[in-house]
């Protein structure tokens, strides 16, 4: 495992992109076939299954170290990553190995079934002949977690320089369902054939936001719009028989969506189609609310699928009769996307996401204002010429979300973050007032800069009322402008409401506490966005 | 009868009623024995100093014009009812601990020390007492420092390495100390060495009190930069990422601190590389260094604090927490100007150095005075 070690330092030693994919490609080029195919694996999600609790991991590292356990878990947040924790804490090896990531990976595999005894024995063993880096890589693949600063945009990059196979090709290599026990390096990268896995999709194409409006792009003329649907990204495949429906982070949703299996009746083999899911009443989207329900839910209670039934709302077509159309332009993909669904009937649970109609951009404008109202969040521009690429481009596709709502609010609670903000206050409660009373209503994480976050820690050191744990009553006193794209009721909140993706627009040093919004003021949020 | 303890701690500093003096107070006092030259343990607007010979230089360079008598390590000093004398703390050129006795009693201040020689510091040199004041900064077992010959490999490897690729290295450093710390360790032979004002000012002091240090650079403002491409530049870590260190183009940034120990401040700070080297003890070092003092009783008075002394009282001392206004080994001059209360988080702790101000600006508009209370709970965190 030195090699992989190696290779982690080298991305953990520089910021720079370049310098992360020549580390990447030169690893792929000499590295075992079995450490590349685990380390392609690794950086794309694919992680072996956690065999040992982190609380075992916590005691048998500060056994080993001779310290209390309370010294530990003292240490740990500090440090803010318990597998670097655990690799700092424990005395040097006592002996060295050099063996593969293959290896280590198989060693952790096989921890799974282990009574804890044996299991602990194991984990000692392995931790005597490991020094720092690869300790510490060795305790991520026993967690699971395994981060390395590379994306797998980055991955794939380095290596398509290491193989010299096309970049946009290999991602779509790269998707699906598969894992290092299932394949090898050579199927799955070198001799690659399509048909070994019906349920491969194709990589997303990602917009970016339209920052500035639209003025700047080329001829209306040359766009269509739609509205940007707010449910979960789809690609439903219909091939040899079956369907599959892959989210947008690779993760086959099939099961939970079982009205898309519908589609396959009324749709013919050898179709994919780009769209949203979205719960579906009376021909419009359901709330965000309604949808969430569902995820996260392998199985679907019968009573679910009729107070949140979901169809696809589809707006691409990748494949059909059994062809990749990608580099069609999206005219001629949409124009055969219209064509197969408006032969379909409600039952097939499709839907086709309906073209805006503009002149000019003010048009687009206005009809944008419109997306809160019909359950979108803004609305997409796709160029009319534009293939389906793959991953986040620039220039064919965009997004231009309506602005998000806003409310003023208090701070009241703090707690540190962790790993990179670890010893930084980042993650914060904030309140409006009720009558005399501040009432905590969301949570934020973001938004701020590294040089408020450390303001607003020392502050928060000087200002704690009270402790609950990691968490800390402060005093109330400061107001931030909350961000968020939607409000929804949550009887499972004090507040009863609940924001999506809050996250602190401004830190309002201009603002007096009494002036910070009222509940009543969210509520007219809900009643009029809810 | 109990008798007065020889040192006790007060709003003004660590004070001794037998000799009426204090050990690096923090509020002005008429007489003050100073242990190092950096700025939590020394301050201005004291009546008298007393220091070590070899940290008189800094300090007069640091505080103008004050009334300082130097003594020579080891050399006894009588003072009212005490008797004391400074020994080798091993933390930068001059620093000391110092061993004060009444009575027959001995306690040690040791302000800031590590017991690993580095080489320019006078070696760390164990003194047995009855109490023992010791620091926390790295007072957590994830702290254990590697060799240091190691460390200094990989500086000299990154230097090469960035030389070859016309690259200009950048080493933050603090600018007492680490700064001549790294510049003593670093392989001349690889390029030529620039400094930052801050830093050369401080070297120009050691130099001249006789402490030997490779040739270096003065950065100035008409200094061509083109012409020093793949140089190594020490620069207070403030100074780097600014318009100052823009013009050199090409560059590879390292910083040079015991926090580089944790991967989440090293990423947070962003820059390629970090390179653990501390002048603060580690873990290991803290615990023997104890050990070695024979001491019964321990004060912990600033890092780690709470979690320190609760390991120091499960071992069999009799350890307790003070509040003190020291700062530890400080990493981010942006916090400079923001008082905040702990040393806890480490990397936001800064040392106010009147040298280091120059080459930044301060983060935030607030400029009160420091108020720093080491707050002993934090530390846990």
């Given at each position: 495992m030195k090699r992989f070690a190696r290779l982690f330092t080298r991305l953990d030693q520089t910021t720079k992109t370049t310098a992360k994919v020549d580390a990447l490609a030169d690893y792929f080029g000499a590295a075992p076939e079995a450490d590349r195919l685990w380390t392609i694996a690794l950086l794309s999600g694919r992680r072996p299954r956690r065999g040992v609790t982190t609380t075992l991991l916590r005691r048998w590292a500060a056994e080993r170290a001779g310290l209390p356990l309370w010294l530990f878990e003292e240490s740990y947040p500090i440090v803010g990553d318990l597998a670097e924790t655990i690799a700092l804490i424990l005395?040097?090896?006592?002996s060295e190995s050099d063996e593969s990531l293959a290896y280590w990976i198989g060693y952790t595999k096989e921890?799974?079934?282990?009574?804890e005894e044996e299991k602990r024995v194991r984990v000692l063993a392995a931790w005597d002949r490991l020094g720092t880096t690869e300790r510490f890589v060795f305790n991520k693949l026993i967690t699971g977690?395994?981060?390395?600063?590379?994306?797998q945009k980055l991955m794939t990059r380095a290596l398509a320089r290491a193989t010299g196979i096309d970049e946009a090709e290999l991602s779509h290599r790269l998707m699906?369902?598969?894992s290092p026990d299932s394949t090898s390096f050579e199927a799955l990268?070198?001799?690659?054939?399509?048909?070994?896995?019906?349920?491969k999709p194709y990589p997303f194409y990602l917009a970016y936001q339209?920052?500035?409006?639209?003025?700047?792009?080329?001829?209306?003329?040359?766009w269509s719009a739609e509205h940007k649907w707010d449910g979960i990204r789809g690609q439903l495949i219909l091939r040899g028989g079956r369907h599959f429906l892959w989210s947008r982070?690779?993760?086959?949703m099939t099961d939970r969506f079982?009205?898309?299996?519908?589609?396959g009746d009324f749709v013919p083999d050898g179709t994919v189609l780009d769209g949203e899911v979205l719960a579906w009443a009376d021909e419009a989207p359901m709330s965000f609310n309604a949808l969430q329900k569902r995820i996260g839910r392998k199985t679907v209670p019968k009573k679910l699928l009729t107070e949140a039934p979901v169809v696809l709302r589809a707006y691409d077509l990748l494949e059909h009769e059994g062809r990749d159309?990608?580099?069609?332009p999206f005219a001629e993909r949409r124009a055969l996307l219209q064509g197969m669904l408006s032969a379909c009937p409600p039952e097939a649970n499709l839907r086709l996401s309906p073209l805006l109609e503009f002149d000019d951009w003010d048009r687009l404008a206005a009809l944008r204002e419109t997306s809160r109202q019909l359950g979108a969040e803004g609305v997409m521009l796709k160029r009319l010429d534009s293939p389906y690429l793959s991953g986040r481009k620039k220039g064919d596709w965009w997004k231009w979300k309506v602005d998000p709502l806003t409310v003023d609010a208090v701070l009241i609670y703090a707690q540190q973050g962790s790993?990179?903000?670890?010893?930084?206050?980042t993650d914060f409660t904030f309140a409006a007032w009720d009558g005399e009373d501040l009432v905590p209503f969301t949570k934020a994480y973001s938004g701020l800069t590294d040089a408020e976050f450390r303001q607003i820690t020392a502050w928060v050191r000087r200002n704690t009322?009270?402790?609950?744990g990691p968490v800390r009553q402060v005093k109330p006193q400061h107001v931030f402008e909350i961000a968020f794209e939607g409000i929804q009721e949550s009887p499972r909140h004090k507040s009863g409401i609940a924001l999506r993706?809050?996250?602190?627009?401004?830190?309002?040093?201009?603002?007096?506490?009494?002036?910070a919004n009222t509940m009543d003021d969210l509520r007219a949020l809900l009643a009029a966005y809810g | 009868m109990t008798r007065e303890p020889v040192l006790t701690f007060t709003e003004r500093g660590i004070y001794c009623p037998a000799g009426d003096f204090y050990i690096d107070p923090w509020r002005p006092v008429d007489r003050a024995l100073i242990t190092h030259g950096h700025a939590d343990h020394a301050r201005d607007g004291m009546g008298r100093y007393l220091a070590t010979h070899a940290a008189g230089p800094v300090m007069r360079h640091r505080l103008g014009d004050i009334a300082l008598e130097t003594v020579a390590y080891g050399e006894v000093r009588r003072i009212g009812d005490a008797s004391v004398s400074f020994h080798p703390a091993?933390?930068?050129?001059g620093s000391a601990q110092i061993r004060v006795e009444v009575g027959g009693e001995v306690w040690v201040a040791s302000g800031d020390y590590k017991?690993?020689?580095?080489?320019?510091?006078e070696a760390f040199e164990p003194v047995r007492c009855h109490a023992f004041i010791t620091e926390s900064?790295?007072?957590?077992?994830v702290f254990k420092w590697k060799p240091q010959d190691e460390v200094v490999a990989e500086i000299n490897e990154w230097w090469r390495t960035n030389r070859e690729a016309g690259r200009t290295s950048f080493i933050g450093a603090y600018s007492l100390g680490k700064a001549q710390r790294v510049l003593a360790s670093?392989?001349?032979?690889i390029g030529p060495i620039l400094t930052h004002g801050a830093v050369e000012n401080t070297n120009a002091v050691m130099r001249a009190q006789g402490i030997t240090l490779p040739d270096t650079v003065r950065v100035t403002p008409?200094?061509?930069?083109?012409?020093?491409?793949?140089a190594m530049v020490i620069a207070p870590?403030?100074?780097?990422?600014?318009n100052w260190s823009r013009r050199f183009g090409a560059a590879s940034t390292g910083f040079a601190s015991?926090?580089?120990?944790l991967r989440g401040i090293r990423r947070r700070r962003s820059g390629d590389r970090g390179f653990v080297m501390s002048d603060h003890a580690d873990w290991d070092e803290l615990n023997r260094a104890i050990a070695e003092t024979g001491a019964e009783r321990i004060f912990v008075t600033h890092g780690y604090t709470a979690i320190f002394a609760r390991w120091l009282n499960e071992q069999g001392y009799d350890a307790a927490v003070v509040e003190t206004e020291y700062e530890g080994e400080?990493?981010?001059?942006?916090?400079?100007?923001e008082p905040s209360e702990?040393?806890?988080s480490a990397e936001d702790e800064g040392k106010v150095d009147p040298n280091e101000a120059v080459a930044t600006k301060p983060a935030s508009k607030s400029k009160s005075p420091k108020k720093n209370k080491n707050t002993s709970g934090d530390a846990g965190e």
């Amino acid at each position: 495992m030195k090699r992989f070690a190696r290779l982690f330092t080298r991305l953990d030693q520089t910021t720079k992109t370049t310098a992360k994919v020549d580390a990447l490609a030169d690893y792929f080029g000499a590295a075992p076939e079995a450490d590349r195919l685990w380390t392609i694996a690794l950086l794309s999600g694919r992680r072996p299954r956690r065999g040992v609790t982190t609380t075992l991991l916590r005691r048998w590292a500060a056994e080993r170290a001779g310290l209390p356990l309370w010294l530990f878990e003292e240490s740990y947040p500090i440090v803010g990553d318990l597998a670097e924790t655990i690799a700092l804490i424990l005395p040097d090896a006592q002996s060295e190995s050099d063996e593969s990531l293959a290896y280590w990976i198989g060693y952790t595999k096989e921890l799974g079934p282990l009574p804890e005894e044996e299991k602990r024995v194991r984990v000692l063993a392995a931790w005597d002949r490991l020094g720092t880096t690869e300790r510490f890589v060795f305790n991520k693949l026993i967690t699971g977690g395994f981060r390395m600063g590379v994306s797998q945009k980055l991955m794939t990059r380095a290596l398509a320089r290491a193989t010299g196979i096309d970049e946009a090709e290999l991602s779509h290599r790269l998707m699906g369902d598969w894992s290092p026990d299932s394949t090898s390096f050579e199927a799955l990268i070198l001799t690659h054939d399509p048909s070994a896995d019906l349920s491969k999709p194709y990589p997303f194409y990602l917009a970016y936001q339209l920052d500035d409006g639209p003025e700047g792009l080329s001829d209306p003329a040359d766009w269509s719009a739609e509205h940007k649907w707010d449910g979960i990204r789809g690609q439903l495949i219909l091939r040899g028989g079956r369907h599959f429906l892959w989210s947008r982070g690779e993760e086959l949703m099939t099961d939970r969506f079982p009205e898309l299996a519908a589609a396959g009746d009324f749709v013919p083999d050898g179709t994919v189609l780009d769209g949203e899911v979205l719960a579906w009443a009376d021909e419009a989207p359901m709330s965000f609310n309604a949808l969430q329900k569902r995820i996260g839910r392998k199985t679907v209670p019968k009573k679910l699928l009729t107070e949140a039934p979901v169809v696809l709302r589809a707006y691409d077509l990748l494949e059909h009769e059994g062809r990749d159309i990608r580099d069609r332009p999206f005219a001629e993909r949409r124009a055969l996307l219209q064509g197969m669904l408006s032969a379909c009937p409600p039952e097939a649970n499709l839907r086709l996401s309906p073209l805006l109609e503009f002149d000019d951009w003010d048009r687009l404008a206005a009809l944008r204002e419109t997306s809160r109202q019909l359950g979108a969040e803004g609305v997409m521009l796709k160029r009319l010429d534009s293939p389906y690429l793959s991953g986040r481009k620039k220039g064919d596709w965009w997004k231009w979300k309506v602005d998000p709502l806003t409310v003023d609010a208090v701070l009241i609670y703090a707690q540190q973050g962790s790993g990179r903000r670890a010893n930084l206050f980042t993650d914060f409660t904030f309140a409006a007032w009720d009558g005399e009373d501040l009432v905590p209503f969301t949570k934020a994480y973001s938004g701020l800069t590294d040089a408020e976050f450390r303001q607003i820690t020392a502050w928060v050191r000087r200002n704690t009322l009270q402790r609950f744990g990691p968490v800390r009553q402060v005093k109330p006193q400061h107001v931030f402008e909350i961000a968020f794209e939607g409000i929804q009721e949550s009887p499972r909140h004090k507040s009863g409401i609940a924001l999506r993706f809050p996250r602190m627009a401004r830190w309002r040093h201009d603002k007096p506490l009494a002036e910070a919004n009222t509940m009543d003021d969210l509520r007219a949020l809900l009643a009029a966005y809810g | 009868m109990t008798r007065e303890p020889v040192l006790t701690f007060t709003e003004r500093g660590i004070y001794c009623p037998a000799g009426d003096f204090y050990i690096d107070p923090w509020r002005p006092v008429d007489r003050a024995l100073i242990t190092h030259g950096h700025a939590d343990h020394a301050r201005d607007g004291m009546g008298r100093y007393l220091a070590t010979h070899a940290a008189g230089p800094v300090m007069r360079h640091r505080l103008g014009d004050i009334a300082l008598e130097t003594v020579a390590y080891g050399e006894v000093r009588r003072i009212g009812d005490a008797s004391v004398s400074f020994h080798p703390a091993g933390h930068v050129p001059g620093s000391a601990q110092i061993r004060v006795e009444v009575g027959g009693e001995v306690w040690v201040a040791s302000g800031d020390y590590k017991t690993t020689p580095d080489g320019l510091s006078e070696a760390f040199e164990p003194v047995r007492c009855h109490a023992f004041i010791t620091e926390s900064t790295f007072g957590l077992p994830v702290f254990k420092w590697k060799p240091q010959d190691e460390v200094v490999a990989e500086i000299n490897e990154w230097w090469r390495t960035n030389r070859e690729a016309g690259r200009t290295s950048f080493i933050g450093a603090y600018s007492l100390g680490k700064a001549q710390r790294v510049l003593a360790s670093l392989d001349a032979s690889i390029g030529p060495i620039l400094t930052h004002g801050a830093v050369e000012n401080t070297n120009a002091v050691m130099r001249a009190q006789g402490i030997t240090l490779p040739d270096t650079v003065r950065v100035t403002p008409d200094l061509d930069a083109k012409a020093h491409a793949g140089a190594m530049v020490i620069a207070p870590p403030s100074a780097l990422g600014s318009n100052w260190s823009r013009r050199f183009g090409a560059a590879s940034t390292g910083f040079a601190s015991g926090w580089m120990a944790l991967r989440g401040i090293r990423r947070r700070r962003s820059g390629d590389r970090g390179f653990v080297m501390s002048d603060h003890a580690d873990w290991d070092e803290l615990n023997r260094a104890i050990a070695e003092t024979g001491a019964e009783r321990i004060f912990v008075t600033h890092g780690y604090t709470a979690i320190f002394a609760r390991w120091l009282n499960e071992q069999g001392y009799d350890a307790a927490v003070v509040e003190t206004e020291y700062e530890g080994e400080s990493l981010d001059a942006e916090a400079e100007a923001e008082p905040s209360e702990a040393n806890v988080s480490a990397e936001d702790e800064g040392k106010v150095d009147p040298n280091e101000a120059v080459a930044t600006k301060p983060a935030s508009k607030s400029k009160s005075p420091k108020k720093n209370k080491n707050t002993s709970g934090d530390a846990g965190e």
